[in-house]
């Protein structure tokens, strides 16, 4: 009896899983004419790179199909080794269809039975035909450089061009906007009109978008996760960028800091008006900020008696670890630390790793920056003597 249960446990687990198996799996099938003999691959588009799935050699009837398995929408190629190519959104379970003529491969096809795949097929079709009038205008601009009337005329097609351009902008930011869960926003986000990377959509806000709502229910794609990752690179960007315009149109004063010292006092930056401050950031945990601590003693004892004064802002969140780092490395100037990483003024001063320092003069003008050894008595050395 117990070896009877156990053939039904091991039955029903190989239901089960071939159950889930064929529930992943997909086709892709089709006609292609004028391509007899030649041979059609199937491959999955990765973030770096293809990676070959299936091939097969087309017969007398132009009639193809693979067969594969995704858990979840994955770009691939069905392309022949000539350079012509369809770029492919497949879903689990699709029974796609795919129709064209060798000539026009890559340009004129049908897709049926994979919604992902039509609008990859409407995104591409749009941008080709974006293309084909920026290429005619600017044929139309070489063709005429010389004429009399060749400024003129150059005015017009600038302006047009422009306008083509916008026009391929606002289609595809409506595209992502309209689709922020499908992943073929990915594919949106990343279509240049060139070689040269020019991105059709360079709006932050509609990439923030699609990034969170495609991370929200394909954390596991690989292009998502580049996107993703891509997006908070840029945003860092941005934000230091944004830091850099800070510093250049508010120079009488550097963003405020209050944060309390070790003994609880909350101490702000701005009460230390009056005197060159190195406000640095460290953390008690971090080799490098503790390999860097001496060098700050040294520079303090040298000047701290000629208005020199430190404002040492921890990334901590071990207390015990903090206050131990201060008396093993004899910080006897300004520390401060919320225990919590003190992400306000991290993200106020863009601070992407530690240690890292801001020099202020003495109305809180930001000086100089990311000062070490050498460079910081130097600094002082000018400012101070």
């Known amino acids: 009896m117990k070896i009877f249960r156990f053939l039904v446990i091991i039955v029903l687990v190989a239901l089960v899983f071939n159950a889930c198996k064929k529930s992943n799996e997909f086709v892709v099938s089709g006609k292609i004419t004028h391509a007899e003999d030649r041979t059609i691959y199937l491959e999955e588009l990765l973030v770096s790179g293809t990676k070959p799935v299936d091939s097969m050699k087309i017969g007398s009837n132009g009639e193809f199909k693979f067969k594969g398995e995704t858990s979840l929408p994955t770009y691939y190629l069905l392309k022949f080794d000539v350079g012509k190519h369809i770029t492919l959104l497949i879903d689990s379970a699709e029974q796609i269809n795919v129709e064209a003529d060798f000539a026009n491969f890559s340009y004129e096809y049908n897709v ?18 974006t293309i084909e009038k920026l290429d005619s205008l600017r044929s139309l601009n070489d063709m005429y450089v010389g004429n009399p009337d060749y400024e003129n005329l150059k005015a017009q097609w600038d302006e047009e061009y422009s ?28 279509q240049t009109f060139d070689n040269r990377q020019s991105f059709v959509i360079n709006d932050l806000q509609t990439m923030r978008v699609a ?24 945003l860092k960007n941005e934000e230091n960028r944004k830091m850099q315009r800070f510093i250049q149109e508010n120079g009488q004063n550097s963003p405020e800091i209050i944060l309390p010292d070790p003994n609880g006092k909350e101490i702000a930056l701005s009460s230390l008006q009056g005197k060159v401050v190195l406000l640095h950031f460290w953390a008690a945990e971090d080799r490098a900020s503790r390999v860097l601590n001496p060098a700050l003693v040294e520079a303090y004892r040298k000047y701290k008696n000629k208005g020199f004064e430190i404002y ?5 969140n071990n207390r015990i670890e903090w206050v131990d780092a201060i008396d093993q490395d004899n910080l006897d100037w300004i520390n401060v630390g919320d225990m919590k990483g003190c992400l306000q003024a991290v993200q106020t001063y ?8 801001y020099l202020l003069d003495k109305n809180g003008v930001v000086i100089a920056q990311n000062l070490k050894g050498p460079g ?10």
């Open 350 to 357: 863009n601070i992407q790793t530690v240690p890292y320092n």
């Open 163 to 190: 306008q083509v351009v916008q026009e391929q902008v606002d289609y595809s930011t409506k595209f992502v906007m309209d689709n922020p869960f499908s992943m073929a926003s990915v594919l949106a986000l990343y």
């Open 211 to 234: 990034a969170s709502a495609l991370n929200s229910i394909y954390p596991n794609s690989g292009h998502v996760k580049a996107l993703y990752a891509n997006t908070l690179q840029i």
């Open 112 to 129: 049926e039975g994979s919604p992902g795949s039509k609008l990859v097929k409407d995104l591409a079709t749009h941008l080709n035909r």
């Open 312 to 316: 040492q802002v921890s990334l901590d």
């Open 376 to 385: 910081l008595d130097r600094a002082l050395s000018k400012i101070l003597n």
